[in-house]
Structures are given as structure tokens and as C-alpha cells.
């Protein structure tokens, strides 16, 4: 099956710096996702990016299906972005997302 | 109140005990999910429903049965819970296919 893998699995940063998230995905995928999990458990919505660049405030994404991997940019992290980032993608019409294992981001002042 | 409702919040049972974790949505939307999450495995797909009539087994559904009671309710059940199941449970609504997403604030399970 489809398989959708993050890296770095675990990232420490001083509140300020900018990071790089990685999402990679072994065959086609639709509706490309990231999501944000924070410390409490509560999943939020970042971006629905099946392709091309979208940007939010200091976060921004970009997917190249072509190429099967998708890019999430942290910019001036804050102690708020900790967290697990996931990406998700949607087997080709089986309207099932699939996540990905995570990567662990924690910020410090 | 949230969109996507999940009761309870925190529970712990027996092995061999029979639990039932409900969802509650305000979306209006027809399909539903529940996924299960482990550390350092993601969430992992264990039923979906896209309509009342329509009942469909993800990647994990061993163990679970679930009950799309009306449009916006969706039970998961473990009919003899296992330590194993010991996990963190979310229900998620879409409107349209794999788009706009909405979790509930999940239910901590523990088994013991």
C-alpha cells in the first residue's frame, strides 16, 4: 500500500529559526494535507496542498506531485509551533487519507 | 460547542470489557471517521461511513465495530477491549472527498 514518510522524525529549535519539513509519498496521491497537532492533542488543519505553493502567516507549503513529496516552511519559529506536524494523502478515489508517522517539533525561548 | 464531539475525553477499562467512544458532529457533513493514534505510528484508519447506510473497514478495524447511528453521530465500539488497544482515538468528519477535514479533540483510552 501506499506508503507516506516524514522527515526529520524529531526537530529541536530556538524560537526565531526557520525549519523545513519533509513529506514524501511512494505512488500518486490527491489532496495533499498538513496537519498540526498540538501539545494538547487537538488537530488542526494547516494546509490542503495538492499541488503548487500556498502560504499562512509565517508557515507556507508546497507540493510537487511529480514528484511525490511535499514541503512544509516554518518561518521565525515560535514556543506556539511545537507540536507533531503530519502530512496525509488520499489513495487515488479511495477518499481515505493516509498519515504519515509525524515529525516532532519542539521550540524553545 | 465544538464542531466534532467525542465522549469521553479519558477512560480507563478493564481487558475484556466491552466500550463504547461516540462522535457527535455539527458539520453537516455525511462522512465519518475514526482513526486510532500510537506514538510514532501516525493515525491509522479503523472505520469510515459515508453515508447513514454506509459502513466501510479501514487499515485496522479488527477488534472495533462501529454504528453510524444518523447522519451526525458515529459510535466506535471494542466489544472485549485488550491492553493493546491502549491509545489515543479520533473521530473525523469531511465534506467532500479527502477535504475538509474537521477532528475531534480525540478520547485517551487505557486499557488495563
Known amino acids: 500500500g501506499i506508503q507516506v514518510e516524514q522527515s526529520p522524525p524529531d526537530l529541536i529549535l530556538q524560537e526565531g529559526a526557520n525549519s523545513t519539513l519533509r513529506c514524501n509519498f511512494s505512488d500518486s496521491v490527491n489532496n495533499l494535507q498538513w496537519f498540526h497537532q498540538n501539545p494538547w492533542g487537538q488537530l488542526i488543519n494547516l494546509f490542503y496542498i495538492p499541488s503548487g505553493t500556498k502560504q499562512n502567516g509565517r508557515l507556507s507549503a508546497t507540493t510537487v506531485a511529480t514528484e511525490r513529496y511535499s514541503l512544509l516552511y516554518i518561518s521565525s519559529s515560535q514556543t506556539t509551533d511545537s507540536g507533531v506536524y503530519f502530512c496525509a494523502g488520499e489513495y487515488y478515489n479511495t477518499d481515505k487519507l493516509i498519515f504519515g508517522t509525524g515529525t516532532r517539533l519542539q521550540v524553545f525561548p | 460547542d465544538a464542531d466534532v464531539t467525542q465522549t469521553p475525553r479519558n477512560r480507563i477499562t478493564k481487558t475484556g470489557k466491552r466500550i463504547m467512544l461516540e462522535c457527535s458532529q455539527t458539520?453537516?457533513?455525511?462522512?465519518m471517521y475514526w482513526y486510532r493514534q500510537d506514538p510514532g505510528l501516525g493515525l491509522r484508519l479503523i472505520y469510515y461511513?459515508?453515508?447513514?447506510?454506509?459502513?466501510n473497514k479501514g487499515e485496522i478495524s479488527d477488534g472495533y465495530s462501529v454504528s453510524r447511528q444518523a447522519q451526525a453521530k458515529f459510535s466506535l465500539s471494542l466489544e472485549s477491549a485488550i491492553p493493546n488497544q491502549t491509545a489515543l482515538y479520533f473521530c473525523?468528519?469531511?465534506?467532500?472527498?479527502?477535504?475538509?477535514?474537521?477532528f475531534g479533540s480525540g478520547t485517551r483510552l487505557t486499557v488495563v
Open positions: 473525523a468528519t469531511s465534506d467532500l472527498p479527502g477535504y475538509g477535514y474537521t
Open positions: 461511513s459515508f453515508d447513514v447506510k454506509d459502513i
Open positions: 458539520k453537516g457533513h455525511d462522512r
